[in-house]
């Protein structure tokens, strides 16, 4: 008959002493050795006691199918967002007045980061005084030409007045009224213009900051806002320098999202998708990872290096990232099957072969050799070996293997 044994964690009291042994620190009691409380079930059997399930903080999982996936591996470099990257040019020729921020700020859409002096503003702006006025005078005739065109109405169907002069005055009346739209009209092109040249924005109130005068024909100073929020990235004019439209004068970024051009071998374009996961590291930040999704695989490759880029889009929202870092990037690519799988610190090596500690109780654990298949991010498949919904010791299971080599050491 075959001897089997059972590890005992923790303390027994003997009827001669207290003698104990703590397999974890390797710390013996000075007493005389205390025999098993019970034969063991299985040499592959660990049971441990409540005060060794505590100290060895185990947590289990239990065995689930799942689709497999596997993870793409490239380089890549990180870089603006393209969609939201301003260089901010003047629509009009001037002279720079101010600059109310620095590189490296951030503003909030609609913020005036410039002020400038522009002559092309004052013409606009007299140009839309003017075109207010000419309206304001077409409607006062226009009021003019139809009171006369009733009258005429009345007098024609007394017999005081010829039918010609009926018509002459309503034709008086069609013009004004044309006159009118056409007022309207040029009113509205300057006004846009003006929305173009100068909108006023919002200010923050600082050493540097100037006070626009009231919109009058006379007024020329106008603003460069902020067309959304991020951080300025470069400013190229000074107060008092010249400016023409083209020009660039400051380039705003939104730093929140990022992308990372990923260069991907050829031979693995069959796998990608579009809005798969992507985890990206950089070695300015060892241990974090950082989680994006495909936004576009381009439609040649390189010719040089065999590769296709992967425009990839990557969240920063708390700015740790930076234009132009190395990164590693890893593109997630379903195996197209499910699997059974279990989180991954739940697989140990015990001579060479891959084995799980399945739980039989709360406290009794029984070494299980299994086969392994796929390996992922967090996840191992099991090919044989074990069942779905059986339960398996995952923290704590290295602790429960070196328990059971001590156990057959001895």
Same mark, same amino acid.
């Given at each position: 008959?075959?001897?089997?044994?059972?590890? #005992?964690?923790?303390?027994?009291?003997?009827?001669?002493? #207290?003698?104990?042994?703590?397999?974890?620190?390797?710390?013996?009691? $000075?007493?005389?050795?205390?025999?098993?409380?019970?034969?063991?079930?299985? =040499?592959?059997?660990?049971?441990?006691?409540?005060?060794?399930?505590?100290?060895?903080?185990?947590?289990?999982?239990?065995?689930?199918?799942?689709?497999?996936?596997?993870?793409?591996?490239?380089?890549?470099?990180?870089?603006?967002?393209?969609?939201?990257?301003?260089?901010?040019?003047?629509? %009009?020729?001037?002279?720079?007045?101010?600059?109310?921020?620095?590189?490296?700020?951030?503003?909030?859409?609609?913020?005036? #980061?410039?002020?400038?002096?522009?002559?092309?503003?004052?013409?606009?702006?007299?140009? &839309?005084?003017?075109?207010?006025?000419?309206?304001?005078?077409?409607?006062?005739?226009? =009021?003019?030409? /139809?009171?006369?065109?009733?009258?005429?109405?009345?007098?024609?169907?007394?017999? %005081? +007045?010829?039918?010609?002069?009926?018509?002459?005055?309503?034709?008086?009346?069609?013009?004004?009224?044309?006159?009118?739209?056409?007022?309207?009209? !040029?009113?509205?092109?300057?006004?846009?213009?003006?929305? /173009?040249? =100068?909108?006023?924005?919002?200010?923050?109130?600082?050493?540097?900051?100037?006070?626009?005068?009231?919109?009058?024909?006379?007024?020329?100073?106008?603003?460069?806002?902020?067309?959304?929020?991020?951080?300025? +990235?470069?400013?190229?004019?000074?107060?008092?320098?010249?400016?023409?439209?083209?020009?660039?004068?400051?380039?705003?970024?939104?730093?929140?999202?990022?992308?990372?051009?990923?260069?991907?071998?050829?031979?693995?374009?069959?796998?990608?998708?579009?809005?798969?996961?992507?985890?990206?590291?950089?070695?300015?930040?060892?241990?974090?990872?950082?989680?994006? @999704?495909?936004?576009?695989?381009?439609?040649?490759?390189?010719?040089?290096?065999?590769?296709?880029?992967?425009?990839?889009?990557? *969240?920063? *929202?708390?700015?740790?990232?930076?234009?132009? +870092?190395?990164?590693?990037?890893?593109? !997630?690519?379903?195996?197209?099957?499910?699997?059974?799988?279990?989180?991954?610190?739940?697989?140990?090596?015990?001579?060479?072969?891959?084995?799980?500690?399945?739980?039989?109780?709360? @406290?009794?654990?029984?070494?299980? $050799?299994?086969?392994?298949?796929?390996?992922?991010?967090?996840?191992?498949?099991?090919?044989?070996? &074990?069942?779905?919904? !059986?339960?398996?010791?995952?923290?704590?299971?290295?602790?429960?293997? =070196?328990?059971? #080599?001590?156990? %057959?050491?001895?």
């Amino acid at each position: 008959m075959n001897t089997r044994r059972m590890v #005992l964690l923790g303390g027994a009291l003997g009827a001669v002493g #207290l003698g104990g042994y703590w397999l974890g620190g390797g710390f013996a009691v $000075d007493a005389p050795p205390v025999p098993p409380a019970a034969p063991t079930p299985s =040499s592959n059997e660990v049971e441990l006691t409540p005060e060794a399930t505590r100290n060895f903080d185990l947590t289990t999982a239990a065995a689930e199918r799942r689709p497999l996936t596997r993870f793409i591996r490239a380089t890549g470099t990180i870089g603006f967002n393209e969609l939201r990257l301003a260089h901010m040019t003047p629509l %009009a020729r001037g002279r720079v007045q101010a600059v109310e921020v620095a590189v490296g700020d951030r503003v909030t859409a609609g913020q005036r #980061l410039m002020v400038l002096d522009a002559l092309e503003l004052a013409e606009a702006r007299y140009n &839309l005084a003017t075109a207010g006025a000419g309206r304001r005078q077409a409607e006062a005739e226009a =009021s003019t030409a /139809r009171n006369a065109l009733s009258r005429a109405q009345d007098l024609v169907r007394g017999g %005081a +007045m010829a039918q010609s002069e009926l018509e002459r005055r309503r034709a008086d009346l069609a013009r004004a009224e044309a006159a009118i739209q056409t007022r309207s009209v !040029e009113a509205e092109h300057w006004r846009e213009m003006l929305a /173009r040249y =100068s909108p006023t924005g919002v200010s923050r109130p600082g050493p540097d900051t100037v006070s626009l005068p009231g919109e009058t024909p006379l007024d020329a100073l106008g603003a460069i806002l902020a067309p959304f929020e991020g951080t300025v +990235m470069a400013i190229g004019a000074t107060p008092g320098e010249q400016v023409e439209p083209g020009r660039e004068i400051i380039t705003l970024a939104d730093l929140s999202v990022l992308w990372v051009q990923a260069e991907v071998p050829e031979l693995e374009l069959a796998a990608l998708r579009a809005d798969a996961r992507v985890l990206v590291t950089a070695p300015a930040f060892p241990g974090q990872t950082f989680e994006g @999704r495909v936004s576009r695989i381009a439609d040649q490759l390189d010719a040089r290096t065999g590769t296709v880029r992967v425009r990839c889009e990557l *969240p920063n *929202p708390n700015g740790l990232l930076r234009v132009n +870092m190395f990164a590693s990037v890893e593109i !997630e690519a379903p195996l197209g099957r499910e699997g059974l799988v279990v989180p991954d610190g739940a697989v140990q090596s015990i001579e060479n072969r891959p084995v799980v500690f399945v739980a039989l109780s709360e @406290r009794r654990f029984v070494r299980r $050799d299994v086969t392994l298949g796929q390996r992922q991010r967090g996840w191992a498949e099991i090919t044989a070996g &074990l069942e779905p919904g !059986e339960v398996v010791a995952v923290n704590g299971s290295f602790r429960l293997k =070196s328990v059971l #080599l001590r156990a %057959a050491e001895e």
